[in-house]
């Protein structure tokens, strides 16, 4: 054993040990997670875009709504006026 193999062996404790003697499994693991941790961030990206875009679509349509409302009563205030001219 080389004096860099014993300093390394000193440094790490025990169970350090066991999980780098398997480093193919240990990398394995780890992109794994890595993998998990992306797709995660993926859907929750999608689901906030998803829901901006409701949201904007629900603005969209209230102003929609807002703006038929205050058409529908000029019209009928403008109607209102007109037969009271007619009338006089």
């Given at each position: 054993m080389s004096?860099?193999?014993i300093r390394l062996r000193k440094q790490l404790?025990?169970?350090k040990i066991k999980t780098y003697r398997n480093y193919s499994a240990l990398m394995h693991?780890?992109?794994?997670?890595?993998?998990?941790?992306?797709?995660?961030?993926?859907l929750?990206?999608?689901f906030i875009v998803v829901?901006?875009?409701?949201?904007?679509?629900i603005a969209?349509?209230?102003?929609r709504k807002e703006q038929m409302?205050?058409?529908q009563e000029k019209h009928k205030t403008s109607y209102v006026i007109n037969t009271k001219?007619?009338?006089l």
């Open positions: 004096n860099n193999e404790s025990s169970g693991r780890h992109k794994r997670d890595m993998m998990i941790k992306r797709a995660w961030s993926l929750l990206y999608f829901l901006l875009m409701a949201l904007a679509f969209v349509q209230y102003v409302k205050r058409q001219q007619n009338q």
